[in-house]
């Protein structure tokens, strides 16, 4: 496996750093955060960040294990779970969070806050679990590569 962690922990710093920014925001009640752009602003950006580097830290491996180019962002996720790095029903929660990924960065249609709001109360432990299967991945990688 031609797999580089330090390049997957730079990445996985990028995934941490927006989930701070996220979870920060977590507290607002729904009034507060329809009343305030910027808030709003911030907390798509920082969801797009967070999917991004999600999305690449997958590529990063699914190109490491030499598992081909998935046709799209939403089977990146599954690619992994079908590698059996993480779980099949957290690999479907990402694969739903790619095509939130679609909707924020292309605009399709007006972006529903309530969808957004709703991400940021229910879905930032899936960022959590996904940072620790792949510190879990760097781990036995590392193990493997060490002199015994």
Not at 30 to 37: G, K, N, P, Q, R
Not at 82 to 87: D, R, W
Not at 116 to 143: C, G, M, P, W
């Amino acid at each position: 496996m031609d797999f580089d962690s330090n390049v997957v922990l730079q990445l996985l710093n990028k995934l941490r750093e927006a989930r701070e920014v996220l979870e920060r925001h977590r507290t607002v009640d729904w009034l507060e955060f329809v009343a305030d752009i910027e808030r709003q602003y911030v907390v798509e950006h920082a969801w797009l960040l967070a999917i991004q580097t999600m999305l690449d830290i997958c590529a990063h491996v699914i190109s490491a294990a030499g598992a081909g180019v998935p046709a799209e962002y939403a089977d990146m996720p599954r690619t992994l779970a079908g590698l059996k790095v993480i779980p099949i029903e957290l690999a479907e929660r990402l694969a739903k969070a790619a095509g939130f990924r679609n909707r924020l960065i292309h605009n399709y249609r007006h972006i529903d806050l309530e969808i957004v709001y709703r991400a940021l109360q229910e879905n930032l432990e899936d960022l959590d679990l996904f940072d620790l299967h792949i510190t879990r991945l760097i781990t036995k990688l590392s193990e493997e590569e060490s002199p015994r």
